[in-house]
């Protein structure tokens, strides 16, 4: 069974691969595309590693061969890159993810199609909790690539060319690694920096109200999305994700309890007036019992999220005590 | 002051181009771009009819001139056709849309940009009247290509290439002239073609319920949409326009009682099962609490929309008889 992640060297798509290997131990043949090509798996002939540019059609079509059993669409321009670069937000975010929904379409029989959407949609004048039924209203460059990527998936799953599951993920926290050019960036490594022992900015003020994922709980929905029978989607093929619900305030409050106000002291406010006015606009709290109703879960609560990041970084017990 | 009307060859934009005449009489210079030309204004040196394929690059740039004030996009491939042509529904009413905001954003001042939309962007379970905050969720190509086109215009807007209005229209009754490929054609050809004399085909049930305007209501709310104050608009660009709520067995109803029961005898009723499926996909009610407020109008009642048709159809009143 071919199965291909687009942004496969990514954080989520490296982390989507150990998983779906994991899932199918021998009947899996594994394609991580990216703009970059990974190592991660190099001694594992199950998986291949494919340099590719998809707004190219045809590297595109190159990858999409009939073979394909299941999509996982995860490449993307992010937040704070897409408002700053829009031609270069719409050539990744749309249309190449138009180019992979057309390669799909063209294949013998249509694929899973899971699409990596975001609660970016949401924006403007909301209800103290987003439903199923709220309406999109994206205050960003990328929300709003990601609102018309959903249409796509749900009208390409509607005419049968696909069968598409689109994700609205969470913020993720706490992503490991480096900064990126999110404008949630910030979301992780406010708990990040100061367990490595590094200064932190905070460019929000302390009661923008989040809707949160740990990096796990993201996995194993992204892996529940491709597994879900087609008729219990129906003809809404967009599913809000279960999230913790926590205020900047309260990431750091916690961050306090489980590891102390020396690292905590590692924070430092300084407004950004984009990051603030992007990740302000997004919902902070949902109603997600589809999801629920669908198999997705939630993270327990944030301090699991902050030990669970601890346990993964510093594996032995006297090094997670930066 | 520039205004290009895209579809000015057709039904609505012929209507809008008068109304646009009449509002400004001295100042206009008005470009009616169509796939054919149209003679209708061919003494009136205000006007400039252009044949031209706004899925051409080249032909939008061309109609789209440094001194353009005003774009009205109502070109559009109707819901019939681009449920039958998908590939040419994804180039007229999404592609072609983006071409035309492309060229609007490099203009040196952002023009107005007027976008009809449809209430064809609402579909699945949807509550009793529809709402601003209620989702979109297409139930056909033609809804799912206006709403990617209406998330343009808004995220055009918000970055200031543009500045976007998008109308929902309600469905158009009672049309003159001859039957089209929309799914609603219908909704018209049951009052146009009794009328004329002519045997009608209703393809839905009686108790299928639509959202409704007159063709003189739908200019008047276009006309209307471009003389709003940008900041009135605000970040939500999107307008569900007045109409009115009415059942097929309704619309037969209020005909009988307007022209006669000689008339009605001429509708006969053959189910379409794509039709149904489509038109019973739209809501048949709204909340246009904020297009009131914002200066839109609705019809008072369907009696009158077939009043109008017919003054307007048959002047003299002997001829109204038919």
Redesign the interface.
Known sequence: MKIIITGGAGFLGQRLAKRLLQHYPDSIRLLLADRVTTDAFAADRRVQSVVCDIAQNADVERLVTPDTAVVYHLAAIVSGQAEAE?DLGMTINLDATRALLEASRRLPAPPKFVFTSSLAVF???L?ATVT????????S?YG?QK??GE??V??YS??GFVDGRVVRLPTISVRPGKPNRAASSFVSGIIREPLNGEPAVCPVTRNVRLWLSSPATAIENLMHAHLIPAQSLG??RTINLPGLSVTVGEMIETLEQVAGPEIVARIRFERDEVVERIVSSWPGRFDTARAAALGFRGDQDFASIIRGYRQETFPTPSASHA
Chains 1, 2 share one sequence.
């Open positions: 829009f924006g403007g004048e209800p199923d039924p709220t309406a999109v209203r994206p205050q460059s709003a609102a018309m249409l796509l749900n009208e509607r005419r003809t809404n």
